[in-house]
């Protein structure tokens, strides 16, 4: 991984990290990936009932699902 990527991935780490969420209160972080993750035009953006945060970036067809 080039460092600007690695770099680009720590200041996000630490903008969420800022961000207030007590113990299951973690809504506006949840709000702020999604947020990032729409910025990256990322498909089927959404969260859910407990505060997950999903989207699918579509691949070219080759290989094996990747979910983190």
Do not use: W, Y
């Not at 969260?47 to 699902?65: C, H, M, Q, Y």
């Amino acid at each position: 991984m080039n460092n600007d990527v690695m770099k680009r991935m720590i200041e996000l780490a630490i903008q969420i990290q800022q961000i207030p969420a007590p113990t299951f209160q973690e809504q506006k972080r949840a709000e702020f990936v999604q947020e990032l993750f729409l910025a990256e035009k990322l498909n089927d953006v959404c969260i859910d009932d407990t505060g997950n945060v999903f989207a699918r970036l579509s691949g070219k067809g080759e290989g094996k699902p990747l979910i983190v």
